[in-house]
């Protein structure tokens, strides 16, 4: 049963996995959701720059 094999692997390894705690999770958390808002607003503006260029023509 090769299937049961791996699972047993599996729940082998992430036992060995080190979670982040509270802390670091609240941080890392809010340095993605940071990233993630920076980037949706800079491509928003280049995506309308080019819409107004495009629209100069």
Known sequence: MKVIKFFKNVSREMKKVSWPKGKELTSYTITVIT??????IFFTLVDLGITQILELF
């Open 35 to 40: 990233t993630v808002v920076f980037v949706a």
